[in-house]
C-alpha cells in the first residue's frame, strides 16, 4: 500500500528544485557564454546543461539569499554543492580529462566573481569525484528530510504504510551503517564521514535512528537494522571473519546498546577487540594441530 502523500523527499526536492527556479535568468556574466558553449558541444544529451550556467551565476549572485534549510541552515554551502553535482555530468570528475578540467576551471573562474572564497567554496569538485558520493548526498538529504518526516508521521500521526516503514527504515540503516563505518575506520576524515559529524553537530541525540513511523517502527527494528548494519559492514571488510562469527559479536553489540551497558560510541572498541580474539584464537588452534602431526 501506497502512502496517501510522499513525504520521504518532500524538503530536500523542493529545495533543489527552488535553486533551479528561484534566481534563474535574472542575472547575467559573460564568462556563461563560453561555458554554456563548452558544456553543450561535450554534454549536449546531458539534460538541462544548457541552463546550467544561468541558474549557477542566479544562485552565486543571491547566495545569502537561497532557500531555507531549517534544521541545518548551517550547512547550505554544502547543500548547494551537492545541488551543482547533480546538474553536471558525471564524467568532470576524471581529473585526467583535459577538457574536464577545462570546464571545472571555467566554473572556478566564474565562482570568483562573485566573492565567496570565505563564505562557501567550490566543494563540488571534490563531491563529484568521491567514491561516496551517493551515500554522502543521501545522508544529507535525509538529514534535511527529518524534520518533516518526524512531524508528518511521529508528531502528527499520520497513516504510516508499510512503503512508509520500509523507506524509513532504510534511511535509518544507512545512518547506523556510515557512523558504524567512521567509527572503526581510521580514515575518518573522508567526506562520508565528514558528513556524518556535520549532521550529528545538529542531531546530537541520534535523532536520525528513532523515527517510529507513527509507531509502525518499534525499537526492535531499529536494533535490527543496527545488527544487520553491523553485519553488512564486517563482511565487507573481513569476509573470513564474518564466516567464523556469524552473529555473535553483533548480537552482543546489539544486546549491549539495549540494556544501555553500551553507548554508540563504545560498540565501535567493542567490535575491535572482538575481532582480534577471533583472529588470534583460531591460529592458536591451528598451531597446535601442527604441533601434535609433527610429534
Known amino acids: 500500500m501506497k502512502s496517501p502523500v ?36 561535450q554534454y549536449k544529451s546531458h539534460h538541462g546543461i544548457s541552463l546550467f550556467c544561468s541558474r549557477l551565476i542566479g544562485n552565486l549572485s543571491n547566495y545569502s539569499t537561497l532557500p531555507n534549510l531549517y534544521n541545518v541552515q548551517k550547512f547550505k554551502c554544502q547543500y548547494f ?17 583535459e577538457n574536464s578540467q577545462r570546464i571545472i576551471n571555467k566554473i572556478k573562474d566564474i565562482w570568483n566573481d562573485y566573492n565567496l572564497k570565505e563564505t562557501c567554496s567550490w566543494d563540488f569538485i571534490s ?3 568521491d567514491p561516496n558520493y551517493i551515500r554522502m548526498k543521501q545522508l544529507y538529504d535525509y ?9 508528518y508521521f511521529d508528531t502528527q500521526k499520520k497513516l504510516c504504510t508499510d512503503e512508509d516503514k520500509q523507506l524509513i527504515l532504510k534511511n535509518i540503516k544507512l545512518y547506523e551503517l556510515v557512523k558504524r563505518e567512521c567509527e572503526t575506520n581510521s580514515d575518518n576524515g573522508s567526506l562520508l564521514c565528514i558528513a556524518l559529524r556535520n549532521i550529528r553537530s545538529i542531531y546530537t541525540n541520534d535523532e536520525l535512528s528513532k523515527l517510529t513511523c507513527n509507531g509502525k517502527i518499534s525499537k526492535e527494528n531499529i536494533q535490527r537494522e543496527i545488527q544487520n548494519s553491523s553485519e553488512e559492514l564486517d563482511s565487507k571488510a573481513d569476509p573470513d571473519v564474518g564466516a567464523m562469527l556469524p552473529s555473535g ?5 546489539v544486546e549491549a546498546f539495549k540494556s544501555g551497558a553500551l553507548n554508540p560510541e563504545e560498540t565501535s572498541l567493542f567490535s575491535t577487540s572482538s575481532k582480534v580474539t577471533s583472529v588470534v584464537f583460531p591460529l592458536i588452534s591451528t ?5 601434535s602431526l609433527y610429534k
Not at 538529514?143 to 512531524?151: D, G, H, P, R
Not at 559479536?249 to 553489540?253: A, L, Q, R, T
Not at 598451531?287 to 604441533?291: A, C, N, P, S, Y
Open 143 to 151: 538529514a534535511l528530510n527529518y524534520i518533516t518526516l518526524n512531524s
Open 287 to 291: 598451531v597446535f594441530i601442527f604441533f
Open 81 to 97: 554543492n551537492l545541488w551543482i553535482c547533480e546538474h553536471l555530468p558525471k564524467e568532470l570528475g576524471k581529473a585526467d580529462n
Open 127 to 129: 563531491y563529484i569525484n
Open 6 to 41: 510522499n513525504v520521504h523527499n518532500k524538503t530536500s526536492n523542493n529545495y533543489y528544485n527552488l535553486l533551479d527556479t528561484r534566481f534563474y535568468g535574472i542575472d547575467t556574466n559573460k564568462k556563461c557564454e563560453d561555458l554554456d558553449a563548452e558544456l553543450v558541444s
Open 249 to 253: 559479536d553483533n548480537g552482543k553489540i
